[in-house]
């Protein structure tokens, strides 16, 4: 008997779903709730299923699809003032303690702040784990160019994230210094 399309797409989304999801959330902070960008390519990519060609990339299919969806998505909304708080928060995570909630929105919120090709190359090599040569066909991109972005993107998010941690402890030192008689 011939499995259905929903079927067929089930079977091939089940095994790639916490993968696509973590770089949906990790890509789509600050620019829309992740769980729509995972709507939104679920159904392009369900009504696309047929011109899939190799059922092995299904999962860089979906990732491409996620990365126009939200290029779209930014393309039709007017800029942003910061970053919204509450697309992170109102999806807490109960598995995870509190400093690692912290942790990863201080990386989400590093990430943001990166060009969006850099951005997207580290969250696929470091979050999803993919290989270079499949960032590069993603990003239809040469070997050094992947390199480079990774690089950049490497060192401009200590440069951000060492930024954020000192903020606090500028602050206080200064609330220390005034309250001394």
Excluded: W
């Amino acid at each position: 008997m011939a499995k259905t399309k929903q079927q067929r797409f089930l079977d091939l989304y089940q095994p790639v779903h916490d993968r696509f999801e973590r770089f949906c959330r990790a890509r789509a902070f600050g620019d829309m709730p992740y769980e729509d960008l995972i709507n939104d390519t679920l159904l392009i990519a369900f009504r696309k299923m047929d011109s899939i060609k190799n059922e092995q990339a299904f999962l860089s299919f979906l990732i491409g699809t996620a990365i126009k969806v939200l290029s779209n998505s930014k393309r039709k909304m007017r800029p942003k003032s910061g970053v919204d708080e509450l697309v992170f928060n109102n999806h807490p995570d109960p598995s995870q303690e509190i400093e690692k909630k912290f942790e990863i929105e201080m990386l989400h919120k590093a990430l943001a702040r990166l060009p969006d090709l850099q951005r997207e190359a580290l969250i696929l090599f470091e979050i999803s784990g993919y290989s270079i040569k499949e960032i590069m066909e993603i990003q239809q991109s040469g070997a050094s160019a992947i390199k480079q972005r990774l690089a950049r993107g490497r060192k401009e998010l200590a440069v951000i994230i060492k930024k954020e941690m000192e903020m606090p402890r500028q602050s206080s030192d200064s609330q220390i210094q005034s309250s001394t008689p």
